[in-house]
């Protein structure tokens, strides 16, 4: 059992290590890097039922500091006032373009079909997808396009800074910072070409629009649910170059807002993360229950306490790590860590049941997944 207990504190030892190595040194879309050209951008926006969100994030677009730009919103067959609110706010810039969403067509999700209809609108190089309740800095759009042009780049995803608000948000989204930011240095998703080390957030991704017609843009993705991951991967088999960066301080974005919401979110998400793969999913979450909450039991055994202690430590330290990097709620990050675990674990079994034996759904539609395997 020492040796049980030695082996967790080396894989957390590892996820540690790469946990510091991209808070210290990662690609961070607030680097400011000189730009060299300006070409026109299409920023992208699907919106289904975003009454909520959608005139704070087209505000916080208006105002960016970018020369050549269009914002086109796609209202996704809404049924609140999402449309009244794009129309309404039209008369305040000419940047902003209202479209309306055709019916969803059999065999496509509906975030993907509202994004292939909005690269069809667009009139830009570079094409920007964004999230309905995202908010981003003046300089978000500079920041990304400078990024892209210094380092070639066909794709550039920026995973936000999440903003929580309700303590179940606190409690479980930061966690999906930690699948990332302790998992994969991201400096490999630009240097290394293996599509295993593909990752992006379609809450803020970039295309050269190139590029993104010639793979077939959202038509390659158009029933999957984690279409961002699986974009990044056909980018990489097609040897084109990405990026993905840490989005904090420039984009900002609250996915839910709610506890419901956020179970219903990430269900829908995490076993796709894995491209619904049950033995690798099943491992991945045997090896949560190990790593992250195992010692805080095994810290009550007077033989193992040592090595337990040592291994809450190093739990303690990567949340703070995350924290301070990422701008998480600290308190509840540290303190709750392993409940934050435990929930996770819960949703993502969830997420699997779901997939298998129920349906998924989100903005009131249900979601088909036929991609299981083992």
Not at 66 to 71: G, H, Q
Not at 157 to 174: C, R, Y
């Amino acid at each position: 059992m020492i040796t049980f207990v030695v082996i967790i504190n080396v894989g957390l030892l590892i996820l540690l290590t790469i946990t510091l190595v991209n808070v210290l040194t990662g690609p961070y879309l607030r680097k400011k890097i000189t730009q060299q050209e300006t070409p026109r951008v299409s920023v992208l926006i699907p919106a289904r039922n975003e009454e909520r969100n959608i005139e704070g994030c087209i505000r916080s677009l208006m105002q960016q500091d970018y020369p050549d730009l269009e914002i086109i919103v796609l209202d996704d067959e809404s049924s609140d006032k999402t449309a009244e609110i794009i129309q309404r706010l039209i008369i305040e810039s000419p940047r902003l373009i209202y479209k309306e969403g055709k019916s969803l067509p059999e065999g496509w999700t509906g975030k993907n079909w509202a994004c292939h209809q909005l690269s069809e609108f667009s009139t830009g190089e570079i094409l920007i997808f964004s999230d309905a309740d995202n908010r981003y800095a003046d300089n978000a759009i500079s920041r990304t396009v400078a990024r892209m042009q210094k380092y070639n780049l066909d794709m550039l995803s920026a995973f936000p800074q999440q903003i929580t608000g309700s303590f179940f948000e606190k409690l479980v989204v930061p966690v999906i910072d930690l699948l990332l930011y302790s998992s994969l240095v991201l400096w490999l998703t630009y240097y290394v070409k293996f599509p295993s080390l593909a990752a992006a957030n379609g809450q803020w991704i970039a295309f050269r629009a190139e590029s993104y017609r010639k793979i077939g843009g959202h038509n390659i993705v158009k029933d999957k649910i984690v279409e961002d991951v699986e974009l990044s991967r056909s980018f990489k088999r097609q040897q084109y170059r990405i990026m993905t960066c840490a989005g904090t301080g420039i984009v900002y974005g609250r996915m839910y807002q709610s506890a419901h919401e956020v179970w219903q979110g990430f269900s829908k998400n995490l076993f796709g993360l894995l491209s619904y793969r049950t033995i690798p999913f099943f491992t991945i979450l045997l090896g949560f229950i190990i790593v992250f909450i195992l010692p805080y039991v095994l810290v009550f055994s007077k033989e193992l306490f040592i090595l337990s202690f040592l291994a809450v430590l190093q739990n303690l330290f990567l949340r703070l790590s995350l924290a301070i990097g990422y701008k998480h709620p600290p308190l509840i990050s540290i303190i709750m860590h392993p409940f934050s675990i435990l929930f996770i674990i819960l949703i993502a079994l969830d997420s699997f049941r779901k997939t298998t034996v129920g349906t998924h759904y989100w903005k009131d539609r249900e979601i088909k997944v036929n991609s299981l395997k083992i």
